[in-house]
Nanobody, 129 residues
Framework: QVQLVESGGGLVQAGGSLRLSCAASGFSLDSDLIGWIREAPGKKREAVACITSREGSTYYAESVKGRFTASRDNAMNMGYLQMNSLKQEDTAVYYC??????????????????????WGQGTQVTVSS
Protein backbone atom coordinates (compact mmCIF):
# COMPACT_ATOMS: atom_id res chain seq x y z
CA GLN A 1 0.00 0.00 0.00
CA VAL A 2 1.39 3.34 -1.06
CA GLN A 3 1.49 5.83 1.77
CA LEU A 4 3.07 9.10 2.78
CA VAL A 5 2.94 9.97 6.44
CA GLU A 6 3.97 13.33 7.85
CA SER A 7 4.98 13.85 11.44
CA GLY A 8 6.63 16.47 13.57
CA GLY A 9 3.99 19.17 13.60
CA GLY A 10 2.79 20.81 16.77
CA LEU A 11 2.52 24.01 18.73
CA VAL A 12 5.58 26.21 18.98
CA GLN A 13 6.27 29.77 20.01
CA ALA A 14 7.29 32.34 17.47
CA GLY A 15 11.01 32.12 16.88
CA GLY A 16 11.05 28.42 17.59
CA SER A 17 11.79 25.45 15.36
CA LEU A 18 10.14 22.29 14.18
CA ARG A 19 11.28 19.48 11.95
CA LEU A 20 8.70 17.79 9.79
CA SER A 21 9.27 14.29 8.51
CA CYS A 22 7.69 12.55 5.55
CA ALA A 23 7.87 8.77 5.53
CA ALA A 24 7.12 6.92 2.32
CA SER A 25 6.02 3.31 2.20
CA GLY A 26 4.92 1.05 -0.62
CA PHE A 27 7.17 2.79 -3.12
CA SER A 28 10.64 4.22 -3.38
CA LEU A 29 10.85 7.98 -3.50
CA ASP A 30 14.47 8.18 -4.61
CA SER A 31 13.37 9.13 -8.14
CA ASP A 32 10.71 11.57 -6.96
CA LEU A 33 10.52 15.26 -6.40
CA ILE A 34 9.41 15.87 -2.80
CA GLY A 35 7.29 18.94 -2.23
CA TRP A 36 6.12 20.61 0.96
CA ILE A 37 2.84 22.44 0.59
CA ARG A 38 0.88 24.28 3.23
CA GLU A 39 -2.69 25.34 3.55
CA ALA A 40 -4.11 27.83 6.02
CA PRO A 41 -7.69 29.02 6.36
CA GLY A 42 -8.37 31.99 4.16
CA LYS A 43 -5.02 31.77 2.44
CA LYS A 44 -3.95 30.46 -0.90
CA ARG A 45 -2.23 27.09 -0.97
CA GLU A 46 1.51 27.62 -0.97
CA ALA A 47 4.33 25.34 -2.01
CA VAL A 48 6.96 26.34 0.51
CA ALA A 49 9.77 24.02 -0.52
CA CYS A 50 10.74 21.16 -2.75
CA ILE A 51 13.77 19.02 -3.36
CA THR A 52 14.62 17.28 -6.60
CA SER A 53 15.44 13.61 -6.85
CA ARG A 54 18.80 13.40 -8.59
CA GLU A 55 20.68 16.51 -7.69
CA GLY A 56 18.89 17.13 -4.44
CA SER A 57 18.45 20.74 -5.50
CA THR A 58 16.19 22.71 -3.24
CA TYR A 59 13.78 25.52 -3.96
CA TYR A 60 11.89 27.73 -1.55
CA ALA A 61 9.08 30.20 -1.53
CA GLU A 62 10.21 33.73 -0.72
CA SER A 63 8.15 33.64 2.45
CA VAL A 64 10.33 30.90 3.96
CA LYS A 65 13.67 31.39 2.25
CA GLY A 66 16.50 31.44 4.75
CA ARG A 67 14.34 29.88 7.46
CA PHE A 68 13.23 26.51 6.06
CA THR A 69 15.45 23.73 4.77
CA ALA A 70 14.26 20.73 2.79
CA SER A 71 16.29 17.55 2.77
CA ARG A 72 15.91 13.90 1.96
CA ASP A 73 17.33 10.53 2.91
CA ASN A 74 16.68 8.17 0.04
CA ALA A 75 18.14 5.22 1.90
CA MET A 76 15.53 5.73 4.61
CA ASN A 77 12.80 6.67 2.12
CA MET A 78 12.28 9.93 4.01
CA GLY A 79 11.91 13.62 3.36
CA TYR A 80 12.36 16.39 5.90
CA LEU A 81 11.52 20.03 6.35
CA GLN A 82 13.48 21.88 9.00
CA MET A 83 11.64 25.03 9.99
CA ASN A 84 13.48 27.67 11.99
CA SER A 85 12.58 31.15 13.14
CA LEU A 86 8.94 30.29 12.87
CA LYS A 87 6.42 33.09 12.57
CA GLN A 88 2.71 33.18 13.30
CA GLU A 89 2.04 33.39 9.58
CA ASP A 90 3.63 29.95 9.19
CA THR A 91 0.63 28.44 10.96
CA ALA A 92 -0.94 25.95 8.56
CA VAL A 93 -1.43 22.32 7.74
CA TYR A 94 1.71 21.09 6.05
CA TYR A 95 1.63 18.34 3.46
CA CYS A 96 4.40 16.43 1.84
CA UNK A 97 3.81 15.19 -1.68
CA UNK A 98 5.85 13.33 -4.23
CA UNK A 99 6.02 13.29 -7.99
CA UNK A 100 8.06 11.29 -10.44
CA UNK A 101 7.20 13.59 -13.33
CA UNK A 102 6.75 17.16 -12.17
CA UNK A 103 9.55 19.63 -12.58
CA UNK A 104 10.42 22.90 -10.99
CA UNK A 105 9.54 25.77 -13.34
CA UNK A 106 11.24 29.08 -12.79
CA UNK A 107 12.32 28.04 -9.30
CA UNK A 108 8.67 27.61 -8.29
CA UNK A 109 7.75 24.31 -6.72
CA UNK A 110 4.62 22.53 -7.95
CA UNK A 111 1.68 23.16 -5.66
CA UNK A 112 -1.42 21.79 -7.34
CA UNK A 113 -2.98 18.46 -6.48
CA UNK A 114 -2.57 17.06 -9.97
CA UNK A 115 1.12 17.89 -10.04
CA UNK A 116 1.89 15.23 -7.48
CA UNK A 117 1.37 11.49 -7.48
CA UNK A 118 0.99 11.02 -3.76
CA TRP A 119 0.07 13.21 -0.82
CA GLY A 120 0.36 12.72 2.88
CA GLN A 121 -2.45 13.37 5.32
CA GLY A 122 -0.97 16.61 6.58
CA THR A 123 0.38 17.74 9.92
CA GLN A 124 -0.73 20.85 11.77
CA VAL A 125 1.84 23.49 12.62
CA THR A 126 0.68 26.23 14.98
CA VAL A 127 2.94 29.13 15.86
CA SER A 128 1.91 31.20 18.84
CA SER A 129 2.99 34.71 19.72
Amino acid sequence: QVQLVESGGGLVQAGGSLRLSCAASGFSLDSDLIGWIREAPGKKREAVACITSREGSTYYAESVKGRFTASRDNAMNMGYLQMNSLKQEDTAVYYCATSRWSVVNGAACPRETHEYDYWGQGTQVTVSS
